[in-house]
């Protein structure tokens, strides 16, 4: 009887420490999720500011390219008409 109550004790201890190497495991895994989330909340936050600024670019282009095309057409029809 008293080496199955060593045993069961030497057991619980064995799982006690199994479970307390699972909790720090966990833990530090949650921080770096933690972690991880914040930054990909920077990033993105980043990304839509930098696609806002990309796009405004992008129309300014275009409208430029349409105003230098409109111009040319002009330059070629007065060139034709004198």
Same mark, same amino acid.
């Given at each position: !009887?008293?080496?199955?109550?060593?045993?069961?004790?030497?057991?619980?201890?064995?799982?006690?420490?199994?479970?307390?190497?699972?909790?720090?495991?966990?833990?530090?895994?949650?921080?770096?999720?933690?972690?991880?989330?914040?930054?990909?909340?920077?990033?993105?936050?980043?990304?839509?500011?930098?696609?806002?600024?990309?796009?405004?670019?992008?129309? %300014?282009?275009?409208?430029?390219? %349409?105003? !230098?095309?409109?111009? %040319?057409?002009?330059?070629?029809?007065?060139?034709?008409?004198?």
């Amino acid at each position: !009887m008293v080496v199955l109550a060593r045993q069961l004790k030497e057991n619980s201890l064995k799982m006690n420490k199994s479970i307390q190497n699972t909790e720090r495991i966990l833990d530090s895994t949650e921080k770096a999720v933690e972690h991880s989330l914040a930054t990909t909340g920077r990033v993105n936050t980043r990304a839509t500011a930098m696609y806002s600024e990309s796009f405004k670019t992008s129309c %300014f282009t275009w409208l430029v390219m %349409f105003a !230098m095309t409109c111009i %040319f057409v002009m330059v070629v029809l007065l060139i034709k008409v004198t």
